[in-house]
């Protein structure tokens, strides 16, 4: 497996945004962002699909894009209308095979292939 490596985490104020990436090597079947933060478990943030279909945390609609681009072989998430709550160690995941369903899984056990994680602090 081809590590993955984030990149573009930082500290912002709230209400910033930030883009985070993650380059992504095919086949693929799955593609997800996950976050921990300080003493809570790793959740799922935020999945796509080779077609395109994604799922999102409740807690990021509206504001967290996921997006692939298959000519620069590399995934992003762009967080938009960042608080506090979003303050986290970020992780890109990736799974080499096809899952089944219609929306890309945001739990942990789907995914073979983890990131280091990127560190976002997001101040009041």
């Known amino acids: 497996q081809v590590p993955l490596v984030e990149s573009g985490g930082g500290s912002v104020q709230s209400g910033g945004s930030l883009r985070l990436s993650c380059p992504v090597h095919s086949p693929w079947g799955s593609l997800a962002w996950f976050r921990q933060a300080q003493g809570k478990e790793r959740e799922g943030v935020a999945a796509i699909f080779p077609d395109g279909s994604t799922s999102y945390a409740d807690s990021v609609k509206g504001r967290f894009t996921i997006s692939q681009d298959s000519a620069e072989n590399r995934m992003s998430l762009q967080m938009n209308g960042l608080t506090p709550d979003d303050t986290a160690m970020y992780y890109c995941?990736?799974?080499?095979?096809?899952?089944?369903?219609?929306?890309?899984?945001?739990?942990?056990?789907?995914?073979?292939?983890w990131g280091q994680g990127t560190q976002v602090t997001v101040s009041s």
């Open positions: 995941a990736a799974r080499s095979t096809a899952v089944g369903g219609s929306r890309p899984p945001l739990q942990i056990y789907f995914y073979h292939n």
